[in-house]
């Protein structure tokens, strides 16, 4: 409403101004484009802080330090927000992850973007899991740690989670030294904020659009783990644009 009247008064003023000299009215369309943005500030503000977001997600969606895996070229960005401890991101990555990433990933049409979004008052090792697959990407065993994650959400220990990087031929010292890193707790926090601020309230949600490298625009939201037919079908309609 406030900027559907904001709007009139541009129009207005525009409309009485035809005579005006050229700097009076260019400096009163600037003050007027100021204060539109101020006020749509303002609403985004109210919006997320009241829980409803993903009435005003901006139109395109970072990637910031989310781990990623295919052509970085590639023409469709698939960005993930997942927990590590929740079923039904497990289902995803056992279950539709795979067929996705051979047909899609590995193929060079879409690049994948894991971020962070442990629901910590529900499973409150999920930073813990988050930290782990951030040091994981870190020795390059990302995946395999992953569904390890995902697989074993009530066996998140240092000692047991070091045992399966050495499995995997990664560094147990390395681990530690990472697992203590401030800087890298932090990014968790700042992913975790940020969905938020989007309206993501369950994991695992996607948002799956145009790759503009550092970002997705014109995407589509997907919530759960939806069947691979319904993954294609939107894959398919973006690849086909």
Request: with cysteine; hydrophobic share 40%.
């Amino acid at each position: 409403m406030l900027k559907k009247i904001a709007l009139l008064s541009l129009f207005t003023v525009l409309t009485g101004c035809q005579t005006a000299g050229e700097q009076a009215f260019t400096k009163q369309v600037q003050e007027l484009t100021a204060r539109l943005d101020k006020i749509e500030k303002v609403q985004t503000e109210i919006a997320q802080r009241s829980g409803m977001g993903a009435l005003v997600r901006p139109e395109r969606l970072e990637f910031a330090d989310g781990h990623q895996i295919g052509d970085v070229k590639a023409k469709v960005a698939m960005l993930e927000f997942t927990d590590l401890q929740c079923p039904f991101c497990a289902k995803f990555q056992n279950e539709i992850w795979p067929t996705l990433k051979k047909e899609y990933v590995d193929t060079g049409k879409v690049l994948f973007i894991g971020r962070d979004n442990p629901l910590y008052q529900q499973h409150v090792q999920a930073p813990y899991a988050a930290l782990a697959l951030k040091c994981a990407a870190k020795q390059d065993i990302y995946e395999p740690i992953k569904t390890y994650l995902l697989a074993n959400p009530g066996a998140l220990e240092e000692e047991k989670i070091g045992e399966e990087f050495v499995k995997l031929k990664g560094d147990k010292v390395a681990l530690k030294t990472c697992m203590e890193d401030k800087e890298l707790r932090k990014s968790i926090g700042v992913s975790t904020q940020y969905a938020a601020r989007l309206g993501v309230q369950s994991t695992p949600t996607f948002f799956i659009g145009k790759n503009e490298t550092t970002h997705v625009s014109e995407y589509q939201e997907i919530v759960g783990a939806k069947s691979v037919e319904e993954f294609r079908a939107v894959l398919d309609q973006l690849l086909a644009k």
